[in-house]
């Protein structure tokens, strides 16, 4: 069985759900964890756990080990005991298939707890390229975050997707699965790619994401500025 953290925080009179945000973390920055810090806080939820790919099956291997970004991800959400970083993607072989972690994790916190598959509005236009999408809902919720720049879809597979199985935050601790949620946070307007461009062009990414995972970074050469 997981630890579970601060649920009598949250919810005293019942169990919170489990968010569970999926990414390269390649790295971690604030747009991530202010994010899903503003998620916990306005949604039932008990933890969030960050679960970094180790192999993403829809993009590139990054350069940065699997290793390394869960390193930052655990150096970042240092202090937030709400925050816990869960490696299974990192110890199992091969493609890092989040309906094979949804399903452990369904295993391990058994049938009732609500467990929520969070992810921003760009990764949600991609779903339909994942492997068995069609059983997420099956076990789990699926929040979605609006992010700058990206539109919810309302037509196709998703936009049906959307509307069949559009839910209230209450329904996240009311049922263990099967309901999708879209959420507005303050919008961060940062992302991995322009850290990894700054840094690779010798230029500052200071308060975009935070100092212990710059200094990481720096202490292992990551992101190097390129030639
Ligand atoms: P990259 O620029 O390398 O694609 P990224 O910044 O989008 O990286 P990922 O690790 O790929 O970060 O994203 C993990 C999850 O976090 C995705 O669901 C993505 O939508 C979400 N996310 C990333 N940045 C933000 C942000 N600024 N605001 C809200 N959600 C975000």
Known sequence: MSEVSGETLIYPERSGAVGVFGGTFNPIHFGHLRSALELLEALPLAQLRFMPASE????????????????????AIAGERRFVCDRRELDREGPS?????????????????????????????????????????SLAHLVIMARPGWVFPDQGVLGSLMRDHAGVAEDLVREPAGSLVT???????????????LLQSGLSARYLLPESVLAYIAERGLYAEQE
């Open 97 to 137: 298939y989040t309906v094979e972690s949804l399903e452990e994790l369904r295993h391990e916190l058994g049938d009732e707890r609500g467990i929520c598959l969070i992810m921003g509005c760009d990764a949600l236009l991609g779903l339909p390229n994942w492997h068995r999408w069609e059983e997420l809902l």
């Open 56 to 75: 993403p099956p829809h993009r590139a291997s990054p350069q940065v080990s699997a290793t390394d970004r869960a390193a930052m991800v655990e150096r």
């Open 183 to 197: 959420q507005t946070l303050s919008p961060q307007d940062i992302s991995a790619t322009n850290i990894r461009v």
